[in-house]
Structure formats: structure tokens, C-alpha cells
T-cell receptor
Framework: QKEVEQDPGPLSVPEGAIVSLNCTYS??????FMWYRQYSRKGPELLMY????GNKEDGRFTAQVDKSSKYISLFIRDSQPSDSATYLC????????????FGAGTRLFVKA | GAVVSQHPSRVICKSGTSVKIECRSL??????MFWYRQFPKQSLMLMAT?????????EQGVEKDKFLINHASLTLSTLTVTSAHPEDSSFYIC???????????FGPGTRLTVL
């Protein structure tokens, strides 16, 4: 079993839809949770960064962490064609020498 | 967010030559830098982790004599692919950790093509 599981998709939605992206994990020591967006042939861009459980909102993006269920989500409201990209979840147990473990990434297509 | 630059963005070289890729954190000091490799439509594969002033820690299966990493300062790390071969062709991405919240930021990547 992988430490972080993420459905690779692809996920196709119409413009304006609410998108839900999810990851599950097995290591209860993870405390830092991140979502990255990666466009084709570009480096990943940090979208959301959350410590421990709870919700965090930034514009059209909301990140949720449920440590009791070992489940994290990223919601995108009013999705746009420009949101079409691969979204990677990532998590680590700490800073310093702790590795960041990435999900496989979910490919999202938002159709105009 | 913090900015990480990478140079060159694209390089084409002949088999047997060495290629150096630079990674810089532009507006923060990176205590830790990471080097990843990514094949088309696949996720990131961590190659090595480096801390300023110390030797890099390589992941299992990554040849440290082939992929030389130097983390000379808190803002600069380099990856040298020595005696490159066509199978080394890939997208190499660096990442730096050390921003205000110790988040991890990525560079734009370097596409290496070995002929």
C-alpha cells in the first residue's frame, strides 16, 4: 500500500462546476498537507498549505484535512478552463529532514 | 509564494557529455533542497535531498556518481548529470524548502534531451 493514494483521473467537468479532489494516506505522523497545481511541462505550483486538521480557503480554492479519517480534499469553485492541470497532493511529518510524500496527481480537464 | 528559479530551462546535449543544472531560491534561504525527476504523465520521483554544506542524501536506485549534487549556499544547489546517455533524458525539477512556513516551492523545471 502506498503512503499516499490519489486517483490519477482524468477528471473532466464543465466550466463553472465545483471540483472535488481527494487523497488518502496511511501515515498518522503526517502533519503538513499541501496541494500543488502542475501545468504541462512546468514545475508544480504551491496552491494550498495546511498544518494539522481543519479547513483553509483561498479565493476559489478550499483545502480540507481530516486527520481522523486520513483524508484530505481540495475543492475548486466556479471552475475555469484555466484550472485544467494536474493536481498533486503532498504531505510530510515535519520540516527539516522530513521527506514530502506526493500523490500520483489527478489530471483535471475543465471544458468551456 | 516564494520564487525558485532553475537554469537552463531546456538543454540538448550529445551522449557522453556532462550537463549542469542550477537551482536558486530567489527570495528566501533554503535550508533543504530537493531534486526530482519526472517522466511524461508520471508523478515526481525524488532523486536526492541536500542540505547546505553537507553531502546529499540519495534515494535508493539513484547513482550518486552519475548525478552529482552540490548545495554550496543557502540559495544555490546544482545537479550535474555526468556522462549523460539517452535514458537520462527527462524533466528535472528542483525544489527548495525554507520559506516562512517551511513550505516547499518548486522551480520551473529543466527538460534534458540527450541525443
Amino acid at each position: 500500500q502506498k503512503e499516499v493514494e490519489q486517483d490519477p483521473g482524468p477528471l473532466s467537468v464543465p466550466e463553472g462546476a465545483i471540483v472535488s479532489l481527494n487523497c488518502t494516506y496511511s501515515n498518522s505522523a503526517f502533519q503538513y498537507f499541501m496541494w500543488y497545481r502542475q501545468y504541462s511541462r512546468k514545475g508544480p505550483e504551491l496552491l494550498m498549505y495546511t498544518y494539522s486538521s481543519g479547513n483553509k480557503e483561498d479565493g476559489r480554492f478550499t483545502a480540507q484535512v481530516d486527520k481522523s479519517s486520513k483524508y484530505i480534499s481540495l475543492f475548486i469553485r466556479d471552475s475555469q478552463p484555466s484550472d485544467s492541470a494536474t493536481y498533486l497532493c503532498a504531505m510530510s511529518a515535519g520540516t527539516g529532514g522530513f521527506k514530502t510524500i506526493f500523490g500520483a496527481g489527478t489530471r483535471l480537464f475543465v471544458k468551456a | 509564494g516564494a520564487v525558485v528559479s532553475q537554469h537552463p530551462s531546456r538543454v540538448i546535449c550529445k551522449s557522453g557529455t556532462s550537463v549542469k543544472i542550477e537551482c536558486r531560491s530567489l527570495d528566501f534561504q533554503a535550508t533543504t533542497m530537493f531534486w526530482y525527476r519526472q517522466f511524461p504523465k508520471q508523478s515526481l520521483m525524488l532523486m536526492a535531498t541536500s542540505n547546505e554544506g553537507s553531502k546529499a542524501t540519495y534515494e535508493q536506485g539513484v547513482e550518486k556518481d552519475k548525478f552529482l549534487i552540490n548545495h554550496a549556499s543557502l540559495t544555490l544547489s546544482t545537479l550535474t548529470v555526468t556522462s549523460a546517455h539517452p535514458e537520462d533524458s527527462s524533466f528535472y525539477i528542483c525544489s527548495a524548502r525554507g520559506g516562512p512556513g517551511n513550505e516547499q516551492f518548486f522551480g520551473p523545471g529543466t527538460r534534458l534531451t540527450v541525443l
